[in-house]
């Protein structure tokens, strides 16, 4: 009798069919998505995102700065020649028809030089850095997504005003998730740091759970026709049918029982205001400090800057552009300035999160006293 070929059972048939390439590919994708949108693979991706805005913005509006500001060289350049034409051809110098010559060159220069600058001529020669370097595009990048806009900077081609478009659409839902997690995230070990460190009261409280009548059923033990014993423990809210031959006895319940039951759970902490606006009035200050010594503003405008920029007004009146943007060796400045304002804008949603808790904690102890709320215990007495 020949041997039947058995199959593989079914968990075998699954594991082989995980080995398949587009099973390893689809498992591959779900990690990946994972992780990307994981507190630490969102941080990267928005780092990365900014970084590759960097470098398309550069690479569209650096040519064209480039190309501009040779335009304004070459204007320049014709306005002196034909200044020192004027004053060859009247050879015999008349001050009155020399300064009515020379003015109305230097009025057309000076239109000229108004239009090039609202082309995007920021005055800064060929070979210098210019304001669509790497530090300046990124920078640029951030205050798109992070829905800043100094202004100071901003794309004059066609192709980058189109990105523009295409990059905050994308970005700036990047961004808002981005706060939403790791101000959560932070609000949490914060809230955590807080309840271990600065909450004084003691250990020993337990709260009631949300059955209150479970903790005062007595054990009850019944005795039934065939003589068998049933035991129902506290704690159960079965209806309990007792015939005339079965023997009922009612026990106290001893106190470590009672304390097992309980839900032990520590008394609610929330943070307070006070401290979530001192730790804003801290790191405002401590970033007006730097800023002042990199930019040479005094402490007020440092701190005015740094107040517009972590609540997104950004007005564009004062801008760190002379030192972070345009000097020579200011990666490390750049790093900075942009871990600055993503940490400031984290930290931000983080005191948001705790003073809502804490507002909303006011607000239901203020309806318990004028009776608006009703508390849970009170509820489970009158049920």
Same mark, same amino acid.
């Given at each position: 009798m020949?041997l039947?070929?058995k199959?593989?059972?079914?968990?075998?048939? !699954?594991?082989? %069919?995980e080995?398949t390439?587009? &099973?390893k590919?689809?498992?591959?994708?779900r990690?990946?998505? %994972?992780?990307?949108? !994981?507190?630490?693979? @969102?941080c990267? *991706? +928005?780092?990365?995102?900014? #970084?590759m805005?960097a470098?398309?913005f550069r690479a *569209?509006?650096?040519?064209?700065?480039?190309? /501009? %500001?040779?335009e304004?060289?070459?204007?320049?350049q014709?306005?002196?020649?034909?200044?020192?034409?004027?004053?060859y051809d009247l050879n015999? @110098?008349?001050k009155? &028809?020399?300064t009515?010559? +020379?003015?109305?060159? #230097?009025k057309?220069f000076?239109a000229d030089?108004?239009?090039?600058?609202k082309d995007?001529?920021?005055?800064k020669? *060929?070979g210098?850095?210019?304001q669509?370097?790497?530090?300046?595009?990124f =920078?640029? !990048?951030?205050t798109v997504?992070?829905?800043i806009?100094?202004?100071?900077i901003?794309?004059r081609?066609?192709?980058?005003?189109?990105?523009?478009?295409v990059?905050?659409?994308?970005?700036i839902?990047?961004?808002l998730?981005?706060?939403t &997690? #790791?101000g959560d995230?932070?609000?949490?070990?914060?809230?955590?740091?807080?309840?271990?460190?600065?909450?004084?009261k003691?250990s020993?409280h337990?709260t /009631?759970g949300?059955?209150?009548? &479970?903790?005062?059923?007595?054990h009850?033990v019944?005795?039934?026709?065939?003589?068998?014993?049933?035991? =129902?423990?506290h704690?159960?809210?079965?209806?309990i049918i007792v015939?005339p031959?079965?023997e009922?006895?009612?026990?106290?319940?001893?106190n470590?029982?009672?304390h097992e039951?309980?839900?032990f759970?520590?008394p609610?902490v929330t943070?307070p205001?006070?401290?979530?606006? *001192?730790?804003l009035?801290?790191?405002?200050?401590?970033?007006?400090?730097i800023?002042s010594?990199w930019e040479?503003w005094?402490?007020?405008?440092?701190s005015?800057f740094?107040f517009v920029? @972590?609540?997104?007004?950004?007005f564009?009146?004062l801008v760190?552009?002379?030192?972070?943007?345009?000097?020579?060796?200011s990666q490390e /400045?750049?790093v900075?300035?942009?871990?600055?304002?993503?940490?400031g804008m984290a930290l931000?949603a983080?005191?948001?999160n =705790?003073?809502q808790?804490e507002v909303i904690?006011? =607000?239901?102890?203020?309806?318990?006293?004028?009776?608006?709320i009703? $508390?849970?215990? $009170?509820?489970a007495d009158?049920?």
């Open positions: 020949a039947e070929r199959r593989p059972s079914g968990r075998s048939g !699954s594991r082989f %069919a080995k390439p587009a &099973n590919c689809k498992a591959f994708c990690k990946f998505t %994972a992780f990307t949108f !994981s507190h630490v693979g @969102l990267g *991706l +928005v780092v990365g995102y900014s #970084i805005g470098f398309a *569209l509006e650096a040519p064209y700065e480039e190309e /501009k %500001a040779g304004v060289i070459d204007m320049r014709k306005t002196v020649k034909r200044l020192w034409d004027i004053t015999v @110098l008349y009155d &028809n020399w009515r010559l +020379v003015t109305a060159e #230097i057309r000076q030089l108004i239009e090039a600058v995007g001529y920021d005055g020669e *060929l210098e850095v210019q669509w370097s790497f530090s300046g595009a =920078l640029y !990048s951030l997504i992070t829905t806009g100094y202004g100071n901003a794309p081609t066609d192709w980058g005003k189109l990105v523009t478009i990059y905050a659409i994308i970005g839902p990047l961004m998730l981005y706060l &997690n #790791i995230i932070l609000a949490k070990s914060f809230r955590y740091v807080y309840r271990r460190m600065c909450t004084c003691s020993e337990y /009631k949300r059955n209150v009548e &479970n903790y005062r059923v007595k009850i019944a005795h039934n026709v065939s003589g068998r014993q049933k035991a =129902l423990e704690g159960v809210q079965d209806e015939s031959g079965d009922v006895r009612i026990e106290a319940i001893p470590n029982e009672l039951d309980l839900d759970q520590k609610g943070v205001i006070t401290l979530c606006l *001192l730790i009035v801290g790191y405002i200050s401590g970033g007006a400090i800023f010594l040479g005094g402490f007020l405008d440092g005015y740094c920029t @972590l609540s997104t007004i950004g564009g009146d760190p552009g002379d030192s972070v943007v345009s000097d020579q060796g /400045k750049l900075i300035c942009s871990l600055y304002l993503l940490i931000i983080m005191c948001f =705790l003073m808790e904690q006011k =607000l239901r102890s203020c309806g318990r006293n004028i009776g608006i009703k $508390d849970v215990d $009170d509820e009158i049920a």
